[in-house]
C-alpha cells in the first residue's frame, strides 16, 4: 500500500511529510468559529459565510501554519485552467475578502519564497508542484472542469517553457479530494475524460447504467501528470476522500452544495 503523502500533526491542518524547501498542506474544517452549514473552519469568502467569521478563521488558521493572511495569494476560481506566477508584491491578494484576489485563475506558482499560494476545495483535486533545488512551487485547483482541461499539464509545460525545468525534477502531489466511492458522473463528463486522456481512460471510471458513472478524478490527474512527462515515482496520490471524510473535510457533493471550503497552501521556505 502506497505511503500517505499528508500527516496530520494539527487539528487544523495536514502538511505534506518530506518536501525540502517548501511548506505544504491541506486544511480541515476543525476548529474555527463559522457556524452550520459552514462549521468550523471554513476559509472560503464566496459561499455565504459571515464575512467576519471566514476572516478570524484565516487569521487563526494563518498564526497557526506561520504565515499570516498579509502573505498569501488567493484567486478568483472559476474551474479553468489559467495558471498564473506570482510574487512577493502579490503577497495578500484576495487575502481578505474577494475583491483583488488573482482573477479567473485556478493555477499560481512562484519562484519567491515566503509566499503562501492559497486555493479553495471541497471536492475537486489539489494538484501540489514543487521542483527541489529550482526554487520553485506551484498548486492548481481540478474539478473535473480543471482536470478535463488538463490544468495538470498546462502547469507542467509552462514550467519547462517558461522557467526550464526539467520534467525529471517535477515531483507531483494529487491531494485529498472526493474519491471515485463517492463521485458519480454523467456521459457528457465521461466523454471530456476519454477526450483528455486521448481515448485512453480505461480504468479511469466505470458505469453505474448507461448513463452515469463513477469517476476517479485524482487517477485521471495521475495520467495526465504521466502523459506530460512526469515519471511514475515522482508523483504521490493521497487516499483521503473529502466525502467519506466529511467529519474532517468539507464537502460540496455530500452536502449538497451548502458547505465550506478547504485550503490547499504551498510555499518555498
Not at 487569521?59 to 472559476?78: H, K, S, T
Not at 471536492?123 to 492548481?140: E, K, Q, R
Not at 463517492?182 to 458505469?207: F, M, S, T, W
Not at 471524510?245 to 452544495?257: C, L, M, P, Q, V
Amino acid at each position: 500500500m502506497a505511503r500517505e503523502p499528508f500527516i496530520r500533526k494539527d487539528p487544523m491542518f495536514m502538511k505534506l511529510a518530506e518536501w525540502d524547501g517548501a511548506v505544504a498542506g491541506f486544511s480541515t474544517r476543525l476548529q474555527g468559529t463559522s457556524k452550520p452549514p459552514y462549521e468550523s473552519l471554513n476559509l472560503g469568502f464566496h459561499v455565504g459565510d459571515e464575512s467576519a467569521r471566514v476572516f478570524e478563521n484565516r487569521r487563526r488558521f494563518g498564526e497557526r501554519l506561520g504565515f499570516l493572511p498579509d502573505r498569501w495569494v488567493c484567486a478568483e476560481q472559476v474551474h479553468g485552467s489559467n495558471i498564473e506566477k506570482v510574487t512577493g508584491q502579490d503577497a495578500g491578494k484576495g487575502a481578505k475578502g474577494l475583491e483583488g484576489a488573482v482573477p479567473e485563475t485556478d493555477g499560481l506558482y512562484t519562484r519567491e519564497a515566503g509566499v503562501l499560494l492559497s486555493l479553495g476545495y471541497a471536492d475537486c483535486v489539489p494538484l501540489y508542484f514543487f521542483a527541489p533545488g529550482w526554487n520553485i512551487a506551484g498548486i492548481a485547483h481540478a474539478g473535473w472542469r480543471g482536470t478535463t482541461s488538463d490544468i495538470a499539464g498546462k502547469m507542467i509545460e509552462c514550467w519547462g517553457e517558461q522557467e526550464e525545468i526539467p520534467r525529471d525534477e517535477i515531483r507531483v502531489i494529487i491531494g485529498p479530494s472526493i474519491g471515485e466511492c463517492c463521485y458519480e458522473v454523467d456521459q457528457r463528463v465521461i466523454n471530456k475524460v476519454e477526450k483528455v486522456l486521448n481515448g485512453k481512460a480505461g480504468g479511469v471510471y466505470r458505469p453505474l447504467d448507461a448513463e452515469h458513472f463513477k469517476l476517479n478524478l485524482k487517477e485521471c490527474n495521475n495520467r495526465l501528470c504521466k502523459k506530460a512527462g512526469i515519471s511514475e515515482d515522482h508523483i504521490e496520490i493521497s487516499s483521503y476522500c473529502t466525502s467519506c471524510s466529511s467529519d474532517i473535510f468539507y464537502s460540496h457533493r455530500k452536502e449538497n452544495g451548502q458547505t465550506g471550503r478547504m485550503l490547499g497552501f504551498v510555499a518555498l521556505r
